[in-house]
Protein backbone atom coordinates (compact mmCIF):
# COMPACT_ATOMS: atom_id res chain seq x y z
CA UNK A 1 0.00 0.00 0.00
CA UNK A 2 1.31 3.27 -0.72
CA UNK A 3 1.59 5.29 2.38
CA UNK A 4 -1.21 8.66 1.57
CA UNK A 5 0.96 11.94 0.44
CA UNK A 6 -1.74 13.81 2.94
CA UNK A 7 -1.92 11.03 5.70
CA UNK A 8 -0.64 12.82 9.42
CA UNK A 9 0.77 10.70 11.50
CA UNK A 10 1.26 11.79 15.28
CA UNK A 11 3.79 9.80 16.92
CA UNK A 12 3.09 10.80 20.75
CA UNK A 13 6.14 10.81 22.85
CA UNK A 14 6.77 9.68 26.28
CA UNK A 15 6.01 13.67 27.79
CA UNK A 16 2.67 13.49 25.90
CA UNK A 17 1.48 9.79 27.62
CA UNK A 18 2.76 11.80 31.03
CA UNK A 19 1.12 14.75 29.96
CA UNK A 20 -1.98 12.66 29.58
CA UNK A 21 -1.78 10.57 32.65
CA UNK A 22 -1.51 13.25 35.04
CA UNK A 23 -4.06 15.19 33.47
CA UNK A 24 -6.52 12.14 33.78
CA UNK A 25 -6.23 12.08 37.00
CA UNK A 26 -6.66 15.87 37.52
CA UNK A 27 -9.88 15.68 35.67
CA UNK A 28 -11.05 12.53 37.39
CA UNK A 29 -10.63 14.59 40.85
CA UNK A 30 -11.95 17.72 39.76
CA UNK A 31 -15.36 15.83 38.63
CA UNK A 32 -15.48 14.46 41.75
CA UNK A 33 -14.77 17.00 43.64
CA UNK A 34 -18.07 18.80 41.72
CA UNK A 35 -20.18 16.08 43.53
CA UNK A 36 -19.53 17.73 47.60
CA UNK A 37 -21.75 20.46 48.21
CA UNK A 38 -20.48 23.69 48.66
CA UNK A 39 -20.98 26.59 51.38
CA UNK A 40 -20.35 28.89 48.33
CA UNK A 41 -19.42 29.33 45.06
CA UNK A 42 -15.53 29.45 44.58
CA UNK A 43 -15.27 27.56 47.76
CA UNK A 44 -13.70 24.55 46.89
CA UNK A 45 -10.98 22.34 47.54
CA UNK A 46 -9.07 22.17 44.89
CA UNK A 47 -7.79 18.38 44.84
CA UNK A 48 -6.64 18.70 41.30
CA UNK A 49 -4.06 21.44 42.19
CA UNK A 50 -1.80 18.69 43.90
CA UNK A 51 -1.93 16.76 40.32
CA UNK A 52 -0.73 20.08 39.59
CA UNK A 53 2.03 20.24 42.45
CA UNK A 54 3.47 17.21 41.92
CA UNK A 55 3.71 17.90 38.12
CA UNK A 56 5.72 20.95 38.65
CA UNK A 57 7.84 19.43 40.85
CA UNK A 58 8.92 16.41 38.64
CA UNK A 59 8.33 17.63 35.43
CA UNK A 60 8.67 21.14 35.45
CA UNK A 61 6.74 24.16 34.58
CA UNK A 62 5.59 23.45 31.08
CA UNK A 63 4.48 20.32 31.71
CA UNK A 64 2.20 21.63 34.87
CA UNK A 65 0.67 24.28 32.48
CA UNK A 66 -0.29 21.66 29.72
CA UNK A 67 -1.98 19.42 32.57
CA UNK A 68 -3.62 22.32 34.32
CA UNK A 69 -4.98 23.91 31.46
CA UNK A 70 -6.08 20.39 30.20
CA UNK A 71 -7.99 20.11 33.38
CA UNK A 72 -9.88 23.19 33.33
CA UNK A 73 -11.02 22.18 29.47
CA UNK A 74 -11.73 18.51 29.78
CA UNK A 75 -13.62 19.02 33.32
CA UNK A 76 -15.19 21.99 31.67
CA UNK A 77 -16.84 20.33 29.21
CA UNK A 78 -17.38 16.89 31.49
CA UNK A 79 -19.43 19.45 33.45
CA UNK A 80 -21.61 21.31 31.20
CA UNK A 81 -19.86 24.51 32.07
CA UNK A 82 -17.77 24.74 29.11
CA UNK A 83 -17.71 28.88 28.00
CA UNK A 84 -20.26 28.92 31.14
CA UNK A 85 -19.10 31.95 33.61
CA UNK A 86 -17.33 29.12 35.36
CA UNK A 87 -15.56 27.98 32.43
CA UNK A 88 -13.79 31.37 32.91
CA UNK A 89 -13.81 31.83 35.90
CA UNK A 90 -11.84 28.67 36.77
CA UNK A 91 -9.71 29.30 33.70
CA UNK A 92 -8.66 33.00 35.23
CA UNK A 93 -7.96 31.02 38.31
CA UNK A 94 -5.63 28.36 36.60
CA UNK A 95 -3.31 30.96 34.50
CA UNK A 96 -3.21 33.42 37.90
CA UNK A 97 -1.75 30.34 39.76
CA UNK A 98 0.03 29.15 37.09
CA UNK A 99 1.86 32.09 36.89
CA UNK A 100 2.51 32.77 40.30
CA UNK A 101 3.80 28.75 40.65
CA UNK A 102 6.02 30.02 37.69
CA UNK A 103 7.94 32.43 40.25
CA UNK A 104 7.00 30.07 43.38
CA UNK A 105 9.27 27.29 42.23
CA UNK A 106 12.55 29.62 42.11
CA UNK A 107 11.92 30.16 45.83
CA UNK A 108 15.04 27.95 47.84
CA UNK A 109 13.89 24.40 48.23
CA UNK A 110 15.41 23.90 51.19
CA UNK A 111 13.35 26.65 53.30
CA UNK A 112 9.92 26.29 50.57
CA UNK A 113 8.42 23.17 50.18
CA UNK A 114 5.20 22.25 48.25
CA UNK A 115 3.17 24.15 50.67
CA UNK A 116 4.39 27.49 50.14
CA UNK A 117 3.60 27.26 46.35
CA UNK A 118 0.35 25.78 46.87
CA UNK A 119 -0.62 28.37 49.40
CA UNK A 120 0.64 30.80 46.89
CA UNK A 121 -0.90 29.33 44.03
CA UNK A 122 -4.43 29.37 46.16
CA UNK A 123 -3.91 32.80 46.70
CA UNK A 124 -3.38 33.65 43.12
CA UNK A 125 -5.94 31.88 41.91
CA UNK A 126 -8.51 33.03 43.97
CA UNK A 127 -7.18 36.46 43.07
CA UNK A 128 -7.78 35.91 39.29
CA UNK A 129 -10.95 35.10 40.19
CA UNK A 130 -12.02 37.68 42.10
CA UNK A 131 -10.81 40.47 39.83
CA UNK A 132 -12.65 38.59 36.42
CA UNK A 133 -15.85 38.26 38.97
CA UNK A 134 -15.54 42.37 40.20
CA UNK A 135 -15.16 43.06 36.34
CA UNK A 136 -17.39 40.81 34.66
CA UNK A 137 -20.12 38.66 36.54
CA UNK A 138 -20.80 40.89 39.84
CA UNK A 139 -19.89 44.23 38.88
CA UNK A 140 -20.14 45.58 42.60
CA UNK A 141 -17.61 46.25 45.02
CA UNK A 142 -19.99 43.43 47.29
CA UNK A 143 -17.85 40.70 45.82
CA UNK A 144 -14.51 41.75 48.00
CA UNK A 145 -16.82 41.01 50.90
CA UNK A 146 -16.41 37.48 50.90
CA UNK A 147 -12.76 37.92 50.25
CA UNK A 148 -11.96 37.21 54.23
CA UNK A 149 -13.83 33.92 53.21
CA UNK A 150 -11.72 32.64 50.21
CA UNK A 151 -8.36 33.94 52.19
CA UNK A 152 -9.67 31.40 54.43
CA UNK A 153 -10.71 28.38 52.12
CA UNK A 154 -7.15 29.50 50.10
CA UNK A 155 -4.89 28.80 53.04
CA UNK A 156 -6.36 26.00 54.63
CA UNK A 157 -7.02 24.09 51.31
CA UNK A 158 -3.63 25.17 49.97
CA UNK A 159 -2.13 24.05 53.47
CA UNK A 160 -3.70 20.36 52.92
CA UNK A 161 -3.14 19.71 48.65
CA UNK A 162 0.56 21.27 49.81
CA UNK A 163 0.74 18.38 52.13
CA UNK A 164 -0.71 15.84 50.09
CA UNK A 165 1.69 16.78 47.19
CA UNK A 166 4.85 16.86 49.48
CA UNK A 167 3.87 13.28 50.93
CA UNK A 168 2.95 12.04 46.92
CA UNK A 169 6.25 13.56 46.09
CA UNK A 170 8.12 11.57 48.94
CA UNK A 171 6.88 8.28 48.07
CA UNK A 172 7.31 8.71 44.44
CA UNK A 173 11.31 9.68 45.09
CA UNK A 174 11.58 6.47 48.15
CA UNK A 175 14.82 4.13 46.46
CA UNK A 176 12.76 1.33 46.55
CA UNK A 177 8.56 0.98 46.55
CA UNK A 178 8.27 -0.77 49.71
CA UNK A 179 4.90 -1.89 50.72
CA UNK A 180 4.02 1.37 53.94
CA UNK A 181 1.11 0.84 55.51
CA UNK A 182 -0.52 3.88 54.02
CA UNK B 1 -9.48 17.16 73.63
CA UNK B 2 -6.25 15.89 74.07
CA UNK B 3 -4.80 14.06 71.24
CA UNK B 4 -4.04 10.56 71.46
CA UNK B 5 -1.00 8.71 70.93
CA UNK B 6 -1.92 7.84 67.14
CA UNK B 7 -3.29 11.05 66.09
CA UNK B 8 -0.41 13.13 67.63
CA UNK B 9 1.80 10.44 65.68
CA UNK B 10 -0.50 11.50 62.54
CA UNK B 11 -0.11 15.02 62.85
CA UNK B 12 3.30 14.48 63.47
CA UNK B 13 3.91 12.92 60.12
CA UNK B 14 2.32 15.23 58.15
CA UNK B 15 4.40 18.21 60.34
CA UNK B 16 7.17 16.60 58.78
CA UNK B 17 6.44 17.52 55.60
CA UNK B 18 6.28 21.40 56.75
CA UNK B 19 10.06 23.61 56.19
CA UNK B 20 10.44 27.10 57.93
CA UNK B 21 9.50 28.87 54.76
CA UNK B 22 6.48 27.15 54.42
CA UNK B 23 5.45 28.19 57.96
CA UNK B 24 6.44 31.67 57.19
CA UNK B 25 4.26 31.25 54.18
CA UNK B 26 0.80 29.55 56.09
CA UNK B 27 1.86 32.92 59.00
CA UNK B 28 1.23 35.56 56.26
CA UNK B 29 -1.77 33.96 54.51
CA UNK B 30 -3.38 33.98 58.28
CA UNK B 31 -2.29 37.41 58.55
CA UNK B 32 -3.64 38.25 55.10
CA UNK B 33 -6.91 36.57 56.28
CA UNK B 34 -7.18 38.57 59.21
CA UNK B 35 -6.19 41.40 57.77
CA UNK B 36 -8.78 41.78 55.29
CA UNK B 37 -11.50 40.58 57.78
CA UNK B 38 -10.89 43.53 59.96
CA UNK B 39 -10.54 45.93 56.55
CA UNK B 40 -13.71 44.74 54.92
CA UNK B 41 -15.78 43.60 57.32
CA UNK B 42 -15.70 46.51 59.91
CA UNK B 43 -16.63 49.50 57.64
CA UNK B 44 -20.26 49.76 58.81
CA UNK B 45 -18.56 50.65 62.51
CA UNK B 46 -19.86 54.25 63.15
CA UNK B 47 -17.53 56.93 64.78
CA UNK B 48 -19.80 59.71 65.80
CA UNK B 49 -23.71 60.52 66.73
CA UNK B 50 -25.08 63.64 64.50
CA UNK B 51 -28.45 64.83 66.42
CA UNK B 52 -30.11 67.68 64.50
CA UNK B 53 -33.07 69.76 65.70
CA UNK B 54 -34.82 71.88 63.20
CA UNK B 55 -32.83 71.46 60.27
CA UNK B 56 -29.66 72.69 61.79
CA UNK B 57 -26.87 70.51 63.79
CA UNK B 58 -27.53 70.26 67.24
CA UNK B 59 -24.54 68.15 68.32
CA UNK B 60 -21.71 65.71 66.88
CA UNK B 61 -21.08 63.40 69.65
CA UNK B 62 -18.48 60.39 69.55
CA UNK B 63 -19.13 57.03 70.47
CA UNK B 64 -17.20 56.37 72.60
CA UNK B 65 -19.18 57.33 76.14
CA UNK B 66 -22.12 56.98 77.64
CA UNK B 67 -24.68 59.91 77.75
CA UNK B 68 -27.80 61.14 77.31
CA UNK B 69 -28.74 64.17 75.88
CA UNK B 70 -32.21 66.50 76.14
CA UNK B 71 -33.06 67.86 72.62
CA UNK B 72 -35.63 70.50 72.43
CA UNK B 73 -38.09 70.43 70.02
CA UNK B 74 -41.53 72.24 69.27
CA UNK B 75 -43.62 69.62 70.89
CA UNK B 76 -40.98 69.49 74.05
CA UNK B 77 -37.38 67.39 74.65
CA UNK B 78 -36.22 64.74 73.08
CA UNK B 79 -34.23 62.61 75.07
CA UNK B 80 -31.08 60.71 72.74
CA UNK B 81 -29.60 58.30 74.89
CA UNK B 82 -25.45 57.49 73.72
CA UNK B 83 -23.66 54.30 74.60
CA UNK B 84 -20.19 53.01 73.46
CA UNK B 85 -20.97 51.92 69.71
CA UNK B 86 -24.40 52.47 69.52
CA UNK B 87 -27.18 55.32 70.01
CA UNK B 88 -30.92 55.61 70.11
CA UNK B 89 -34.03 57.84 70.73
CA UNK B 90 -35.20 56.97 74.53
CA UNK B 91 -37.82 59.49 74.31
CA UNK B 92 -39.84 61.83 72.29
CA UNK B 93 -42.97 63.64 72.87
CA UNK B 94 -44.41 63.28 68.95
CA UNK B 95 -47.28 61.00 68.91
CA UNK B 96 -46.40 57.58 66.84
CA UNK B 97 -42.75 57.04 68.48
CA UNK B 98 -41.31 55.63 65.23
CA UNK B 99 -38.36 56.65 66.48
CA UNK B 100 -38.03 55.58 69.85
CA UNK B 101 -39.30 51.93 67.91
CA UNK B 102 -36.67 51.91 66.01
CA UNK B 103 -34.41 51.04 68.94
CA UNK B 104 -30.39 51.25 69.29
CA UNK B 105 -28.77 52.26 66.15
CA UNK B 106 -25.50 50.50 65.69
CA UNK B 107 -24.29 50.88 62.19
CA UNK B 108 -22.88 53.98 60.09
CA UNK B 109 -25.38 55.56 58.27
CA UNK B 110 -28.31 54.42 60.39
CA UNK B 111 -30.80 56.92 61.22
CA UNK B 112 -33.80 57.11 63.40
CA UNK B 113 -35.88 60.51 62.60
CA UNK B 114 -38.55 62.24 65.18
CA UNK B 115 -40.49 64.33 62.38
CA UNK B 116 -43.39 65.69 64.57
CA UNK B 117 -40.50 66.88 66.86
CA UNK B 118 -38.12 67.98 64.54
CA UNK B 119 -35.46 66.32 65.43
CA UNK B 120 -32.79 63.33 64.26
CA UNK B 121 -30.38 61.33 65.19
CA UNK B 122 -28.04 59.85 62.55
CA UNK B 123 -24.64 57.76 62.87
CA UNK B 124 -21.92 58.47 60.43
CA UNK B 125 -18.83 56.47 59.87
CA UNK B 126 -16.09 55.96 57.60
CA UNK B 127 -18.32 54.17 55.10
CA UNK B 128 -21.89 53.96 55.71
CA UNK B 129 -23.32 50.44 54.46
CA UNK B 130 -26.71 51.90 53.90
CA UNK B 131 -29.21 54.31 55.32
CA UNK B 132 -32.53 53.57 57.41
CA UNK B 133 -34.89 55.06 54.83
CA UNK B 134 -33.37 53.16 52.37
CA UNK B 135 -32.81 49.12 52.39
Same mark, same amino acid.
Given at each position: ?????????????????????????????? =???????????????????????????????????? =??????????????????????????? #?????????????????? &??? =??? #????????????????????????????? =????????? #? &?????????????????????????? | ? /??????? !????????????????????? %?????????????? !??? *??????? !???????? *??????????? @?? %? !???????????????? *????????????????? @???????????????????? *???? /???
Amino acid at each position: MTPSTTEIVLTPTAEDHRVARHAAAAIVLT =VAEAAIPLPLPGVKPGLANIIILVVLARWGWREAVW =VALLRVLVSSLLLGQFLAPGFFLSLTG #SLASLAVLGFAMHLPGRA &FGP =VSQ #SVLAAFAHIGGQLLVARAWLVPHDGVFYL =VPVFALAAT #S &FGLVNGLIAARLLQEASAPAPQQAGV | M /IPGPALG !GWLAAWAAHLKWGDVLVLAGA %LAACGFSAVALWQG !GRP *DKAIIKA !GGRVFAEV *DLNTARILEVP @GP %L !GATRIEIQPGRARVAA *DPGPRQYCVRQGWLSSA @GAVAICAPNQVSLALSGRRA *DYDS /INY
